[in-house]
Every structure is written in structure tokens, then in C-alpha cells.
């Protein structure tokens, strides 16, 4: 399926004269060493990729191959589109094209409006959405409206399942079932089953989405408005578990959720000077559940989320804070546990600060968790020795004493804790 949809997003954005003007092919390779805990410890990445942009198009690719293992490898792209760009009439792109629809959504990196690249998990990268767009500024105001029927879930380190058992060959696949029950005082063996849906009930769904600007040059204040029915980029599990003929395993059916959600958003910022802005978000993430769901399947209880989130930017600093309320409850069905939730929620954070800071080639973050009492610090640094070379070094280090909030939701921090890891990369652009 992974082939298809890489073919799927060059076949869509790759129109009109899209290789007309100087590509850039670039090619890189990174090592991350983490934990002993973790496997696999050693992580080697080739990284290729080609960029290739003009008035009128803009066309990214990266490929990510692991060296360890070709299931995990995996193919993303932020950009693939074409633009009509008329002098009085609107601005139309056709394919894959990223957008700010949420200030608050790509500070936090929680995938909500636009599908993640979480291939890597601690460096998730916002991707494009797939379709029509069409841009209008109507006086001091900017319109922007997006329609489709094909949606490009985003991309996550693959979960293997190889002989019903859980295979790691991601480091950062740590979150998986345990495989073993103990049924009547007696050990029993768990074997898993991915149930993938049908191809198509996942790539054609309807999306819109459509937002509200000012862009009245200087004007202090700007905000946002933006209202949206979209897939969810994501797939929550519902599990069916069942005794093996003879009584010697458990069979356990992990059954992906095709669902969509509703979006609203609004934000407003005021700049006080070069240096200082001050700016308030909120986003409501409004999940719509199956109207049915088997008796016989546990699944997590999802509804909705609401962000709220006040920053300010100091120059090389930004201090945000984020709440999270709502979203999730107790899971349900035959294995819910009134006290833990089998399931991990995409509640990413629900009480957490986070301190960003951006100084030449340095980049580093520092973030704190209040509800599972979690701590995340990264660092990257990235020097051009040459002009088509270049080198980064970097590292994670991630503690957390609860495994998620009171209320549920904040695993984020609590899943990837023993994922301490250094990593070390070079990359050269033809």
C-alpha cells in the first residue's frame, strides 16, 4: 500500500511543465544511536530527495530508506502542485500543497488540519493536502478555499506484524501490545492480526476546508479564521480478541477506524515591535465516530478536543503553552479497563509549556509535560561547510514519571521516554 500511495502522490502533483526550471537532488545520510532498551539501537537512514520549484509550481520529494529493514522505509512530500496565478482573478493550485491552516496546530505538531510526516516522531514535519486550492484577497481580506475527494493519511513508523507477533524494526515503534494474556492462571500467547481497510475507503473521502485572513500591510494585528470537515489523518484501532482451536493462543484483530472530523479554528497576534509578538489560539478538533460499532471490539472513546494555546515570540525565542480539554473518555467494549486505556490517544499534550529557540545554526527546544510530569529537550546543530555541503549533529533526551494524564490523553512523551538517542548526519545537494 505504501508503493501505491507514493506513486498516487507523483501521479497527482505532476503536471503541466513541472520539471522546467534547475532540480535539486539531494543526498544524505543519518545514524541515530539510542538507548539499549530500544530496538533497534542502531538506526543508519539514507535520505534522498529532490527539489525543484518556479512561479508556477513547487515540487519536493524525499525518500527515507532504512538499512535495517525495507518495511520501514517510506516516501513524503510537502509540496507537489501546479498554480494558476491570474493578475485579477483568483490564485488556483491543483495537487499537494501545505498551508498554515493553524498557527497553533504547527507549533505543537499535532496533525490535526494537515497530515504529519512522523516517519520520525521527535522531528514531525507538517505535509500538504491533496486537491484544488483557490486564494482570493477581496480588499484588506484573504480568502482561501480547499475541496477534494482524495486524502494522503500521514506518514508514521511502520508497525510490523510478522508471524502475529509485533516486530521492531523502527526504534521508534515502541508502542505495542503485550504478547502474552494470562488466561485461567495459565500464560497464554497472543497472536496479532492487522485487518488493513479497503484501499479505497481510505484515499477517497471528501475534504473542505476554508479560512479568513486581514492582510492589510502594516497592521500590528493579524488573526485567522478557519472552519473545515477533513479524514482524520490518523486511525485509531479497535481490537476483537478470540480463542485459537486448540485452546493454545489468543487471537487478537487489530481493526484500523476510517473516520473524519470537523475543524474550527481562530487565532489573533499583535506585534509590538521587530522583535516582540504576542498571540492567542484556539483549535476544536470535533471527531465523528462510527454510528455502529461491533459489541465484541474494545475501542478508545474519542469526542472532542478543544487547544488553547498563548505564546510570544522574543526574537530568537518563542514561549508557548498549551491546554487540552476533553477528547477522550474510558475505552469501551469487552476488555475496557475502567482505570487504563489500552490504547494510546493522539492527545499529544494536555498541560505542557515548551520554550523554542532558533539562533543561526542552531536550533533547540525544551518542553515540559505538567500532567505526566514529562521533560523533552532537543538540540540540533547544522553547519554548511560548503555550499552544497553540509552536516547536522543532534540529540533527545525525553523523561516522564506518569504513563498519560489523569483524564487521559499526553502518552506522547511517556510512550518514547527510554528513546534517548544522539544523531549524526551529512547530506550533499547536487
Known sequence: MEMFLSI??????????????SPDFHLGFESQISRDVV??????????????????????????????????????????YYEVNGKDSPIISFGRKWMEWSQLD???????????????RLRSTS??????????????????LFVSYLSIPEISPNVVIENHRFEFYHPQSVSAGPQTFDLLNRSTPLGYNLLIPNLSSIIFRPSVIFSIEPVKKNNPFSGKATFGYLPLNYFPIALQASLAIPLDQ???D????????????????????KETIFGISELVDQIFTESYIPSDYTTAALGLTSYFSPWIKLGNFKLSHLYALGGIGNDTGPYAN??????????????????QLNIDEISAKFLHEFSVNANWVSIDWKHQWEKNFSSV??????????????????????DLRALDRIRVGVSYAF
Open 254 to 273: 487489530l481493526r484500523p477506524r476510517v473516520l473524519s472530523h470537523n475543524i474550527y479554528n481562530a487565532e489573533i497576534s499583535y506585534q509590538f515591535n
Open 393 to 414: 549533529i543532534g540529540g533527545d533526551l525525553i523523561s516522564a514519571e506518569k504513563d498519560a494524564a489523569n483524564n487521559g490523553g499526553a502518552e506522547f512523551l511517556s
Open 39 to 80: 530496538t533497534p539501537s542502531f538506526f543508519p537512514i539514507l535520505k534522498t530527495g529532490f527539489d525543484a520549484k518556479s512561479e508556477n509550481y513547487d515540487l519536493d520529494l524525499e525518500l527515507k530508506m532504512s538499512l535495517n529493514h525495507a518495511k520501514v522505509n517510506a516516501v513524503s512530500a510537502k509540496n507537489i
Open 106 to 120: 504547527e507549533n505543537w505538531g499535532l496533525g490535526v488540519s494537515n497530515p504529519l510526516d512522523s516517519w520520525d
Open 338 to 355: 475502567p482505570i487504563h486505556n489500552l490504547f494510546s490517544s493522539r492527545i499529544l499534550y494536555k498541560n505542557a509549556t515548551q520554550l
Open 127 to 144: 505535509q500538504g493536502l491533496t486537491g484544488i486550492f483557490l486564494s482570493q484577497d477581496i480588499e484588506n481580506l484573504r480568502l482561501n
Open 8 to 21: 498516487l502522490i507523483l501521479s497527482v502533483g505532476l503536471c503541466g511543465n513541472a520539471f522546467a526550471f
Open 250 to 252: 489468543i487471537v487478537v
